[in-house]
């Protein structure tokens, strides 16, 4: 089955920085790739996902790259303000509906 | 629009009471169902999904069951709960199956003691 992982674990930027957040998958069939931010006691919220037809995609401060070939994605967050402070999940799914997520990164935007 | 429920938002049960728990989907036909545990601090385990009525795949051995008697109800249930089973318990639903944006209910936070 799929496997995946992300990293870092935790980030910690200041606010107007830059994080990045990387996720790797092991199964080639995967073609669906979300991101869910997660804040402290609330639900999985989608922020953006990608297809596997499609390399990079954008929304306001927030973007997604995927390189099919190495198997990995990222997500990219720029400006941070402390309200991106939360847990973000990616995932990765196969064509038979086992979407399996990474560990999740906390991130911290200090003002 | 689509809308998912789950109840109760939290529940605290002794080791070795029964469980259930209910997620319904409003909006929407024939949706796909799953269940996530979350314990603390940790990330998504899917427990269970269902692809329609009485169609149900676990991924994970446990003392845990899920049942879908109806298009758009998901219960999940255990006849004798552990500590372990305290956790952040997530219904979501999808359109298609595979390759699709899932969608998550409020949660359950359960404790065991």
């Known amino acids: 089955g799929e496997n995946v992982e992300q990293h870092p674990s935790t980030l910690s930027v200041q606010e107007g920085d830059s994080a990045v957040i990387k996720c790797t998958y092991s199964?080639?069939?995967?073609?669906?790739f979300p991101w869910y931010k997660q804040e402290l006691g609330k639900r999985p919220q989608l922020i953006i996902d990608?297809?596997?037809?499609?390399g990079e995609k954008k929304d306001q401060r927030i973007a997604v790259t995927l390189n099919k070939t190495a198997k990995h994605f990222s997500l990219h967050i720029t400006e941070t303000q402390p309200e991106d402070s939360a847990v973000y999940f990616c995932?990765?799914?196969?064509?038979?509906?086992?979407?399996?997520f990474g560990a999740g990164t906390r991130l911290t935007v200090k003002p | 629009s689509q809308t998912i429920h789950q109840w109760p938002a939290t529940l605290v049960q002794p080791v070795g009471s029964p469980l259930s728990l209910e997620c319904t989907v409003e909006?929407?036909?024939?949706?796909?169902l799953y269940w996530y545990r979350q314990a603390a601090g940790r990330g998504l385990q899917l427990l269970f999904y269902?692809?329609?009525?009485?169609?149900i795949s676990s991924e994970v051995p446990q003392n845990l069951s899920a049942s879908r008697p109806q298009d758009r109800q998901f219960i999940l249930s255990s006849k004798k709960l552990l500590l372990s089973d305290s956790g952040f318990y997530l219904c979501?639903?999808?359109?298609?199956?595979?390759?699709?944006?899932?969608?998550f209910g409020p949660g359950t936070r359960l404790t065991v003691l």
């Open positions: 909006g929407t036909s024939n949706p796909n």
């Open positions: 979501a639903w999808s359109v298609d199956p595979g390759g699709d944006t899932q969608y």
């Open positions: 995932a990765a799914t196969p064509f038979n509906n086992d979407m399996r």
């Open positions: 199964d080639s069939a995967s073609n669906y």
């Open positions: 269902s692809v329609g009525i009485g169609q």
């Open positions: 990608i297809r596997s037809n499609v």
